[in-house]
C-alpha cells in the first residue's frame, strides 16, 4: 500500500507527483502534505489523485480535467483487460473495483484496434441501462453532476424532455446575450440516453447556470441542495413564465414544480384561549433536522457522551416525526392571537397538505453557527427506508391524530393521494466540511448504481444504506411501477428510449 513519503501515513486522499513521482497525502486543511510538496518543489504542482486515477492540482486544491490524460488512462486500462463476466469487462489497476469507462476514440495498431472493437461491442451489452451515463468532473463540480444524475432519472421530469415538450433545437426562449437553461438540460438529456457510453462534459450546462445564478459561478464546491434549489427556480424562470398559473396556494404549471412541488401545512394554537391560525406554504423539498432520539453503541457504553454529539444513528422515520411534533414556540416568537387580540404562547405544528410526485428530503448535516461564528458537520448515520409510506404526516391524519375520531373529514382531505414512495436517487456527501465530495446512487431495474463523477459502478444496497444520505429522492411508488413494467409495450421517443405519458406532466 503506497504511503505518505512525508508522514508514512495513508489517511485522506494520496497523491502521486507527475514530475518526481513522490506521494504525499491530503488529509485535512491543516495536513496538506501535497500542498507543501508543490510549494517547496517548483513545477510540482500538478500530481495524479492515486483512488479516482484524475489530474488534480496542489496548489489549487482542484481537479483538472485533460482529454489526452483521460484517454491514456482509458487505454491503459483497456489494454489490460484480462477477459470478462457475464458479458461486462472486468479490469484491474488504479480502479479494480469499478466499471471501466470505454468509447474514446484513441490511436491503436490493427491488432489492438480490434480488441477495443470487441470490447465496445462487450461494453454495449452490458447490464447498464440506457441513460446511465458518467458525468466529468469540470472543476469541484461534483456537487452538480450528482443532482443532475438523480434529476436524469426523475420518472416525470425525465418523461417530459424525452417527450420532447421543451426542444432546445426549436425554443424561442434562447437569446443571444441570455441562455437558457431548460434548452440545456434537454441538451443532457439527449446526450445521455442517446446510448453513448462515454463520461459526458456538461460545461454548456454549467455556463448556463452561472448566467442564470451569478452569485455562484466560480470553480469552489458548492452545496449540493442550494444548487438543486437554484436550478429549480432558473426552470421555473423560464417555463413558469409562458404558462399560467392556479392562484390557489400559488401552485405553478412549470415542469419543475409538476413534478417537485408540495404544500405545507402550519397550525399555529393559541395556548390561552385554543385559537388555530392555519398557512399553507408551497415547498419543493423537505428539510428534516437528524432526529438524536436514538443513541449509538457508543452512547449506551459511555453514559458521559451525549445522544446529541455528532456520532450515533438516526432514522428517517424519527426524522419526519420531529418534523410534524408539535413544538412550543419561544418567548421571542409569540402569537398574536386574533382571538385574544393580545400576544400569547403557543404551539406550533407542521404537516404535509399536497404531496409531490417526486419528494425530495434534504438532510441537515452542515450546521452555521452565527454567534459562534463556525461550521461544522454532522456525520450521524441516518436510516432509510428504500419504500416509504408518507401517510402519517399528511394533515388529514395529523388533525385526525391531534382531534380524535371525531373528525372523519375536512376540507382537502388527501385520502385519494398516493402516499406510497419507493426511492430512486440518494445523494451522499463524504469528507469534511471543507473538502468533501458529493456521490450519487442511483436504483435502476432492481440495481443499484454508484455514479462517482465520470466512473459509474454497480453495487450492494447495504452500501447505499451505510452511505451518509444528504438527499434522498423518492417518486411516487404508482409511478415508479408504471416505469418499470411497461418498458416493453411502450413508444419510443425522438432521443431513442421509452417513456411513459403521466398526466400532467407529458
Known amino acids: 500500500m503506497p504511503i505518505c513519503s512525508f508522514c508514512s501515513g495513508c489517511q485522506g486522499r494520496l497523491y502521486i507527483c507527475l514530475i518526481c513521482s513522490s506521494v504525499s497525502c491530503y488529509a485535512s486543511p491543516d495536513s496538506n502534505h501535497a500542498l507543501f510538496h508543490a510549494q517547496s518543489q517548483g513545477g510540482h504542482e500538478i500530481s495524479v489523485d492515486m483512488e479516482r486515477a484524475e489530474l488534480f492540482c496542489c496548489v489549487c486544491c482542484d481537479q483538472v480535467y485533460d482529454p489526452d490524460f483521460d484517454k491514456a488512462v482509458m487505454c491503459r486500462q483497456i489494454m489490460g483487460l484480462p477477459g470478462t463476466e457475464n458479458g ?7 480502479r479494480s473495483s469499478k466499471r471501466k469507462r470505454l468509447g474514446f476514440g484513441v490511436d491503436l495498431d490493427s491488432k489492438n484496434a480490434k480488441r477495443l472493437v470487441s470490447v465496445r461491442d462487450r461494453w454495449s451489452k452490458s447490464c447498464f441501462p440506457l441513460g446511465l451515463r458518467g458525468l466529468n468532473n469540470l472543476g469541484n463540480t461534483c456537487f452538480m453532476n450528482s443532482v443532475l444524475q438523480a434529476l436524469l432519472h426523475a420518472a416525470p421530469l425525465r418523461n417530459y424532455f424525452l417527450g420532447d415538450h421543451h426542444n432546445h433545437e426549436t425554443c424561442r426562449r434562447r437569446s443571444s446575450d441570455r441562455l437558457c437553461l431548460p434548452c440545456d438540460i434537454d441538451v443532457i438529456f439527449s446526450a445521455v440516453f442517446s446510448g453513448d457510453r462515454t463520461p459526458y462534459s456538461p460545461a454548456q450546462f454549467l ?47 412549470c415542469i419543475a414544480h409538476k413534478v417537485f412541488a408540495g404544500l405545507l401545512r402550519s397550525d399555529v394554537t393559541c395556548m390561552t384561549c385554543g385559537f388555530t391560525s392555519t398557512t399553507y ?52 416568537q409569540k402569537f398574536f ?18 404531496l409531490p410526485l417526486v419528494l425530495c428530503l434534504h438532510i441537515k448535516r452542515f450546521e452555521h453557527s452565527p454567534i459562534k461564528k463556525m461550521s461544522r458537520k454532522i456525520d450521524r448515520h441516518l436510516q432509510f427506508p428504500f419504500s416509504l409510506d408518507m401517510s402519517p404526516y399528511l394533515s388529514s391524519s395529523i388533525l385526525r391524530k391531534r382531534f380524535g375520531n371525531r373528525i ?20 451522499t456527501h463524504s469528507g469534511i466540511l471543507e473538502s468533501g465530495h458529493y456521490v450519487t446512487y442511483l436504483h435502476l431495474k432492481s440495481q443499484w448504481y454508484k455514479c ?26 404508482v409511478l415508479s411501477h408504471r ?24
Open 88 to 94: 461486462v469487462v472486468v479490469g484491474y489497476g488504479l
Open 452 to 477: 462517482d463523477d465520470a466512473w459509474i459502478t454497480e453495487v450492494d444496497k447495504e452500501v447505499v444504506r451505510a452511505s451518509q444520505s444528504y438527499l434522498i429522492y423518492y417518486v411516487q411508488k
Open 281 to 332: 406554504d408551497p415547498c419543493v423539498d423537505i428539510s428534516l433536522d437528524l432526529d438524536t432520539s436514538t443513541p449509538s453503541s457508543t452512547d449506551l457504553a459511555n453514559k458521559s457522551i451525549k445522544p446529541a454529539e455528532n456520532t450515533g444513528i438516526s432514522t428517517l422515520v424519527g426524522c419526519l416525526d420531529l418534523f410534524t411534533r408539535p413544538e412550543k414556540l419561544g418567548s421571542d
Open 337 to 354: 392571537c386574533q382571538n385574544c387580540q393580545a400576544r400569547q404562547d403557543s404551539m406550533k405544528q407542521m404537516s404535509i397538505r399536497r
Open 207 to 253: 455556463y448556463s447556470w452561472w448566467q442564470h445564478s451569478e452569485n455562484l459561478a466560480c470553480y469552489e464546491q458548492q452545496d449540493a441542495h442550494e444548487f438543486f434549489i437554484s436550478m429549480l427556480d432558473r426552470i421555473h424562470d423560464r417555463e413558469g413564465k409562458a404558462r399560467n398559473t392556479i392562484k390557489e396556494y400559488g401552485d405553478c404549471q
Open 408 to 427: 372523519f373529514a375536512f376540507e382537502g382531505d388527501e385520502s385519494d393521494i398516493s402516499a406510497d414512495f419507493e426511492v430512486f436517487a440518494v445523494v
Open 483 to 506: 416505469v418499470s413494467e411497461d418498458l416493453s409495450c411502450l413508444p419510443v421517443s425522438p432521443h431513442g428510449d421509452t417513456f411513459v405519458p403521466i398526466a400532467g406532466c407529458c
